[in-house]
Structures are given as C-alpha cells and as structure tokens.
C-alpha cells in the first residue's frame, strides 16, 4: 500500500457518462482483482475526500492502473474533465479483493451497470478459470465492455432492464434461468445495492458462495475512520464491518440486508 | 533540524503535531504507510467503557471543503482496547493520549482509572462529541458541568497523569467553558471538537446522514476554531491544543500564533494518509528558514 502521485495518460467516455482512465505511477504495487484505489479530485480544494474506485486493471510493468467510471457527482464530474498529464494523488492497493481457489474451476461473474468494473479485473489474476459472466444494464445504450467481457468468458450473458439489448429483466432473472446449467462453483458478483436482497433470497436455496463486491460513503480508505461501515451477521450476531479494510468483497451470507 | 519540541503539562513532544482522536483509530492503519512514532502524539478514537457499534451508515457526508460525520464512538471498548492496542502503540517513541467518552459521570471516572492504571500520558476527555444521544455533549454545554465533570475525572487519575478537556464549539461562550475546565483541574484545554451540521439530499428528500445530524470538520471550520482558541488563549492560563481544520504548516503556525502550545490535526489525515507527516517536515523547513525554535511562535499574534 501506498499514496503517491498519478499522471493521468488516458481519460476517455466509454459511453454516456461511463470514462474510463489510465493512470501512471513511478511507485506501481502488486493488485489482488477486486480491490480500489483512493483518488483525490486535482485543482478542487472544496472536495477535500478522495474517491474510491475498483482497479480494473492494473500492469506493474507498463506501472499502470485503470479505472472506470461513472458521472454521478462534483467529483467525477471533476475528474471526467482532466486532460492527460495532470497529476493526482492515490491510495492503493486497499481492500480485501475477490479471493478464488482450485476448488472454484467454473466462476459465474454477476455484474449490474458500473459493477461490472471491479469483476474485469477477476480475469487477468485467475486466467486458468471457466467463466460465465451475466451483465445487466439499463438499456442498450449503457452498455459498456460487453467486447472485453465476452473475450475473457466462455459465455456471456447480457440482460437491460428494458430489453434493448439481450434478454430482458434483472440479472437476477438471468441468473434463475441459467444457474442450473452453468452449476457455478462460486459466484463474484458486483451492482446496484437492492439486487443483493433478492439474489441473497434466492441463492439461500443453493450451497455455492457468492462474494459481493459493496459500496459505502467512504474517506480514508485504510481502516482507520469507520465511516464506512457495514452491518453483517457473524454467529447469529449484527455488527459492522469496515467496506474499506474488511471488504469491499463480503461473502453474502453475512451481509446483513 | 529544527527545534520542533513543545512541553504540555510536563510532557515533552518531539512535535507539537497530534493525530486527533476519531481520524487516526489506534495508529495500525497509518503506521502501514509510514513510521507513526515521527508523531508528536496520537489522540486515540473515543474510548467508551464498553464496545460501542456507533451509528448506522451513511455516516459521513463531503460539504464544501469539508465533512460531516456521525460515526457515533464506535469502538472496542476501553479494556479491549488496554488488552489489544495500548501495548502496541507504547512500542513507537510518540504521546499516547487516552481520549474518553462516557455516558455517565461515574462511566468516565472508571475509564480515568483504567487507562491511567494501564499507562497512558495524557487523558483527553471528550465531553464534546456531537453524534451521541447521552452522555458527551450533554456533559460539554454548560460551564457548571463541565467544571464538576472535569473535577470528577481528575479525582479519578492515578499517577500524576495530565488531563486534557476537548471543548465543544456548540457552546455560547468557549471561553466560559474553558474557565470551567481550568477551575475542575483541567491541564490543558483542546479545542475545537466538531460543529453540529447536516446535510440533505434533494433528490430523496432525505438528510444524508442516517442519524440526520453530524459534525462538521475539515479547512472550512478552521477560522471558527481559530477565533476560539484565541478566545481561550486570552481565558486562561493552561495550555492550549488547537484543533480545527489544519491541512499545513502554515496552519499550525496561525493556531500556534494565536496561543495554541500543539494541534491536533484530524480531518487532513482523511484527505491525504500522510498530511500529518509532510506538515511535521514542512514545519522543520519553516523554522529552519526563519531560523527559529517552535516555541518562539507560541501566542505571538500582533493585536
């Protein structure tokens, strides 16, 4: 882990408000998929936080890092604007990631609007895995690295809310669907906050785990200000965890909803 | 190398820059990214006499350079933290202050006892945190308490230990209220804790915050508290810890000038994990420019 200074190489709009960013480093570190980086918002002394965004990739050679975004606030509003080579300051690698092991040979990733990001990185740090992945999005026009997603997996799904593009529905009822014949060993899954409610009720009906990727209001991204904090139940009891330290990655059983 | 040291109540820091309580947890976190013993001191998160789970979240909300935030003294409790940190923090070469919240008069007495019996250097007691029902500020918001609360505690030290009282800023006289402290026995006074704040999204109609009300921290509050710890300088006659919105060393020096002896520093450590650090080196670089000792700008302000 380190904070240390970011040149801004590339800052494209994928789509609608969706960009995405590389960003150079001269101190690179080694990244586990799943885990973020904190960045600070340059030339904006009012937004004293930094932002926390999944690392979707990361190339300690190349001493890069990308990230994806969405518009959604002063921010990233800020940081859609920045040209190539300004500089920011970072935090990363934080967080715990999504952790895989032999046992786990087919992987069903679960991906809803810009939770699809931090799953991308899943590919490149467990290559030797069989992959389905199901993305969902509003509409047609949302849809974002459907190309990159579908060279990695050996199926792709794509469901929109308003059936624009692929089947039509939530993930979840893509899920339902295909569950049964992909037999997943464990599911990584990354979204909207209210699908983890119903994908909980439904896969309490299975013996795979699903490790969720969550998102909370946070600020020093390292553990220390508990602001961030998120309710789970560990032996039948309710208390918080860090989304920053302990997370982002839960296993959803634990994740009180 | 400049002389950077302070003396407080008898406790020499190697500089007057404290991590503040609530921003730095017990130091683990920071000392991933660098040596936590360069610290002047490190105010621990508020200790509670036992295990709270704080608020629920959202617990903080960004404001104009600022945050507010309502983590409710989340904390292990004051013994877990005696058995699993305190030891741990003794091992690095910087202050150790215990800073206590109760919900009880009786609740502080017996954390005053706990943590002077296991070996802390200072005693900070939070009567001012804004994001609990009982006790805190209900202690904080009037002289009379705050004069009998701090009497109560300072009874309750064992060893010789200074106690620090933190003023509330949500007060209508902090110079009342640091009178108070100064009359119960306080050692030093540290000021400010955060301002009663909120914040509402328009959007949902709702406050951002789960329990609708925070503390407001960050540069924004920064000429408040300097106006107040001016205020207190003139007050009284114990040392002063300035608290509020310190980024730099150019704003170490404008508390410093205004009668603070330390600061803590809080929010920055948020906003950049090392800021603590560079303003210490920033600080060196300023007295060793102007050929100067930190203490020479202690109270120095021209009025």
């Known amino acids: 882990m380190t904070e240390t200074d970011f040149t801004v190489i590339e800052n494209i709009k994928l789509c609608g408000d969706v960009f995405k960013m590389i960003l150079k480093t001269e101190n690179p570190q080694d990244v586990i998929c799943g885990q973020f980086i904190n960045i600070s918002i340059p030339c904006r002394n009012d937004l004293i936080l930094k932002r926390p965004f999944a690392v979707m990739d990361s190339d300690k050679g190349k001493k890069t890092v990308t990230i994806c975004y969405k518009v959604v606030g002063k921010g990233t509003d800020s ?8 500089v920011l300051s970072g935090v990363y690698p934080l967080g715990n990631g999504f952790k895989l092991d032999g046992s786990h040979k087919t992987v069903l990733l679960l991906g809803g609007g810009i939770g699809i990001f931090p799953l991308f990185s899943v590919f490149k740090c467990y290559p030797d895995k069989k992959y389905h992945t199901i993305l969902g999005f509003k509409n047609k026009e949302s849809v974002v690295l459907s190309g990159d997603f579908e060279q990695f997996s050996k199926e792709l799904l794509i469901c929109t809310d308003d059936g624009s593009m692929g089947a039509k529905g939530f993930i979840t009822d893509s899920l339902k669907r295909n569950i049964d014949r992909i037999k997943p060993d464990i599911i990584l899954c990354c979204g909207p906050s ?3 409610k119903p994908l909980k ?38 208390h918080y965890k860090r989304v920053c330290k302990d997370g982002p990655v839960f296993n959803l059983k634990e994740v009180a909803l | 190398m400049a002389d950077l040291k302070v003396k407080l109540c008898g406790v020499t820091f190697k500089n007057p820059i404290i991590a503040a309580s609530g921003t730095f947890g017990f130091g683990r976190e920071y000392a991933e990214f660098y040596n936590i013993s360069e610290l002047g001191g490190i105010s621990t998160k508020g200790l509670t006499l036992k295990r709270r789970e704080g608020n629920p979240p959202p617990r903080i909300a960004e404001t104009t350079s600022g945050i507010i935030n309502s983590v409710g003294l989340q904390n292990p409790g004051v013994d877990a933290f005696i058995e699993n940190d305190l030891n741990w923090l003794k091992q690095h070469n910087t202050v150790i202050i215990a800073n206590i919240a109760g919900d009880t008069e009786e609740d502080y007495c017996k954390m ?27 202690f904080g918001s009037d002289a009379v308490s705050i004069k009998s609360i701090t009497a109560a505690v300072k009874q309750s030290i064992s060893g010789g230990i200074p106690l620090i009282v933190k003023l509330s800023p949500n007060v209508t006289s902090i110079s009342a209220a640091a009178e108070a402290a100064q009359a119960g026995g306080a050692d030093c006074i540290s000021l400010i804790n955060t301002i009663g704040a909120m914040a509402v999204d328009i959007k949902s109609k709702r406050p951002v915050l789960a329990n609708v009300f925070g503390g407001l921290s960050g540069p924004c509050v920064k000429p408040v508290a300097l106006k107040m710890v001016y205020e207190c300088s003139r007050a009284v006659t114990i040392p002063i810890i300035g608290i509020g919105g310190i980024t730099c060393a150019q704003d170490v020096i404008e508390f410093m000038l205004c009668g603070a002896t330390a600061v803590q520093v809080g929010t920055a450590n948020l906003s950049s994990i090392c800021a603590s650090k560079k303003i210490i080196d920033d600080l060196n670089a300023y007295c060793d420019d102007n050929k ?12």
Not at chain 1, 79 to 86: A, I, M, N, Y
Not at chain 1, 210 to 233: D, F, H, K, P, Q
């Open chain 2, 112 to 138: 005053a006892e706990k943590v002077s019996a296991a070996g802390v250097d200072m005693i900070e007691l939070n009567i001012s945190c804004p994001n609990v029902k009982k006790g805190g500020l209900a």
């Open chain 1, 201 to 238: 009720d439904f896969m309490s009906g299975y013996d795979i785990p699903v490790y969720v990727s969550l998102e909370e209001r946070m600020a020093c991204g390292i553990g220390a200000c508990l602001v961030c904090n998120c309710a789970v139940t560990e032996n039948g009891k309710q």
């Open chain 2, 292 to 303: 100067i000792k930190i203490t020479d700008i202690i109270g120095g302000l021209i009025v």
């Open chain 1, 79 to 86: 940081l859609s604007r920045l040209k190539g080579g300004e």
């Open chain 1, 194 to 196: 209210q699908m983890y």
